[in-house]
């Protein structure tokens, strides 16, 4: 009987060891891939169980969507403010002034410039998508910023590209909880929360970007 007690008691104690092993192997928080019912699910979106080994989703259903460019996380960048990346981006869809050929007559724009930039998530998504239709009916396939032209949806990393990535290293910089989120993901495959367009432009990759910022940081 009393070996067999202290089997047991070693079994436990094995156990024990194994477990607390287990979760100092975790070093992430497992909401990061809480399971979410598929009928809770957006149309664009991809779930946090969608991970395959060693990924995480950048989903908005927890503390890692303040990665996503529709984020409230205000920050400046040459002088202006801006409420996301998400307002930044859509806003140099806009007419500057009334000289820009954007603004012509019989063409409607349903916000100013200064309106979008203080946008957030889907309405500075949805401005955006008003634009490019605008944008489609004059023949347009560029934006500006600070009176520059520059072609929107390249292939290459030009202008807008390096726009795109300032502005993000901007809003780091400026907004703390983002390097530190970004920072906890540390080996982690980093893997967007929505369905992407095929040949997207590289900076839709935002989860790559962030990638690139997170191995810079950790060389430091």
């Given at each position: 009987m009393l070996c067999s007690s202290l089997r047991m008691r070693?079994?436990?104690?094995?156990?024990?060891?194994?477990a607390g092993a287990a979760v100092i192997a975790q070093p992430y928080p497992a909401r990061w891939w809480t399971p979410i019912a598929e009928n809770q699910k957006?149309?664009?979106e991809i779930l946090p169980q969608a991970a395959g080994p060693g990924e995480v989703?950048?989903?908005?259903?927890?503390?890692?969507?303040?990665?996503?460019?529709?984020?409230?996380?205000p920050f400046t960048f040459r002088?202006?403010?801006?409420a996301s990346v998400e307002g930044f981006w859509q806003m140099m869809l806009?007419?500057?002034?009334?000289?820009?050929?954007?603004?012509?007559?019989?063409?409607?724009?349903p916000h100013t410039r200064a309106e979008v930039a203080q946008m957030t998530a889907f309405e500075a998504k949805d401005?955006?998508?008003?634009?490019?239709?605008?944008?489609?009916k004059l023949g347009i396939d560029?934006?500006?910023?600070?009176?520059?032209?520059?072609?929107?949806?390249?292939q290459e990393k030009g202008e807008h590209y390096r726009l795109i990535v300032a502005a993000m290293r901007a809003k780091m910089e400026q907004n703390p909880k983002v390097?530190?989120?970004?920072?906890?993901?540390?080996t982690l495959v980093l893997r967007p929360d929505h369905m992407e367009e095929p040949n997207a432009p590289p900076e839709w990759h935002y989860y790559r970007i962030w990638t690139e910022i997170r191995g810079e940081l950790q060389k430091r």
């Open positions: 070693s079994r436990i104690a094995v156990l024990s060891i194994i957006a149309s664009w989703i950048l989903s908005k259903r927890n503390e890692l969507g303040v990665l996503s460019n529709f984020a409230a996380t002088g202006q403010r801006y806009y007419p500057e002034g009334p000289d820009d050929p954007r603004a012509q007559a019989g063409i409607a724009w401005a955006g998508t008003a634009a490019e239709e605008n944008m489609r560029w934006v500006t910023f600070e009176g520059k032209r520059m072609p929107y949806r390249s390097r530190e989120v970004l920072m906890e993901t540390r």
